[in-house]
């Protein structure tokens, strides 16, 4: 009993390190796209973002980049002042702080046309939460197997 309890917390721990760092690829299989005009707030609006997470842009170079911008220029669509540039059609963006993250496309009319991304993350404090009453639940799995293993050599 005490092992399957055992093993039940393993893999629980597994699982919750697993989704502590997330991949999500924006836009999901239509990819950072114009082809049928992706809703990205709708796509955006399904996930929780926390930080430690990363977001996968993938492109044709030819057609898009990404841009990290401000509040103001998401709104505006303003390409003259970005935070960071993305070019390489597959570009790994990692959430390194909780807040607003707002990425557009730099190029003629797209962003205007609903290419852009606002995310939001939050920090892992859930994360850590539920990791801290696994360690808890191993660790009262650990004494029970302990006394069990005892209590058979009494027996
Ligand atoms: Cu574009």
Redesign the pocket.
Known sequence: MALVLLFVTVVLFSVCEVSMNAVYRVGDSAG???IDHPDYKRWASTKRFHVGDTLIFT?LTQ???VMEVSHHDYVHCKTNSAKAVYHTGSDSVSLTKPGEFYFI???DG??SAG?KLHIKSSSNNAAIIRNFYLTIATVFALCIYKTNSLTDHIN
């Open positions: 950072w796209t114009m492109y057609y898009h980049d496309c730099s190029n797209h962003c290419q």
